[in-house]
Antibody, heavy 119, light 107 residues
Framework: QVNLQESGPGLVKPSQPLSVTCSVT??????????WNWIRKFPGNKLEWMGY???????YYNPSLKSRISITRDTSKNQFFLQLNTVTTEDTAVYYC???????????WGQGVMVTVSS | DIQMTQSPASLSASLGETVTIECLAS??????LAWYQQKPGKSPQLLIY???SLNDGVPSRFSGSGSGTQYSLKINSLQSEDVSIYFC?????????FGGGTKLELK
């Protein structure tokens, strides 16, 4: 069983970077063929898949975010990270990390962390 | 990007009733379709994958069907614990995209 837990600031100022950490237990993030994803849910229920870092370190970003997003990992801590630069109020959302096996459906989700962008 | 259009946006039904939620993809996604349930204050949970495969632990009153661009989620004999928001999501092409959600309430 994979368990994921997000942590991050509740409040970020506009134009600042947003950083969220996902701590994984139960599986190593280098386990073949797991993909480690970031997904966000906006007020009003819209879900957006932001990107992933895979078991072998390959990365894919949603083109809608490509210039602002960075996903990295620390395999020694079994964590992966989201950084979103130059945020605006439109980046206010619940940020989830999620795992999928074999690039299919999202089998495991963290509980989510609410991030509000406001001055 | 593949657009996922989900309907209805909201639905009110009685206990014991059968409900159906539809999801239309903007192009053929070859059954690479998942359904998720999100209860209030919780994260989404996978119900159905590959259009019609029930995830472990999901009650058998949930079922998925469809092919090509048209898919549906059916809930038989609605229970009070089924009050949730339901989302479809395509895994056929990147970026992966979600439907807008269906809010299911009890009548």
């Amino acid at each position: 069983q994979v368990n994921l837990q997000e942590s991050g600031p509740g409040l970020v100022k506009p134009s600042q970077p947003l950083s969220v950490t996902c701590s994984v237990t139960g599986y190593s993030i280098t386990t073949s063929y797991y993909y480690w994803n970031w997904i966000r849910k906006f007020p009003g229920n819209k879900l957006e898949w932001m990107g992933y870092i895979s078991y072998d370190g390959s990365i894919y970003y949603n083109p809608s975010l490509k210039s602002r997003i960075s996903i990295t990992r620390d395999t020694s801590k079994n964590q992966f990270f989201l950084q979103l630069n130059t945020v605006t109020t439109e980046d206010t959302a619940v940020y989830y990390c999620a795992a999928d096996y074999g690039y299919t459906s999202f089998d495991y989700w963290g509980q989510g962390v609410m991030v509000t962008v406001s001055s | 990007d593949i657009q996922m259009t989900q309907s209805p946006a909201s639905l009110s039904a009685s206990l014991g009733e059968t409900v159906t939620i539809e999801c239309l993809a903007s192009e053929d996604i070859y059954s690479n379709l998942a359904w998720y349930q999100q209860k209030p204050g919780k994260s989404p949970q996978l119900l159905i994958y590959y259009a019609n495969s029930l995830n472990d632990g999901v009650p058998s009153r949930f079922s998925g069907s469809g092919s090509g661009t048209q898919y549906s989620l059916k809930i038989n004999s609605l229970q009070s614990e089924d009050v949730s928001i339901y989302f479809c999501q395509q895994n056929y092409d990147s970026p992966r995209t979600f439907g807008g959600g269906t809010k299911l309430e009890l009548k």
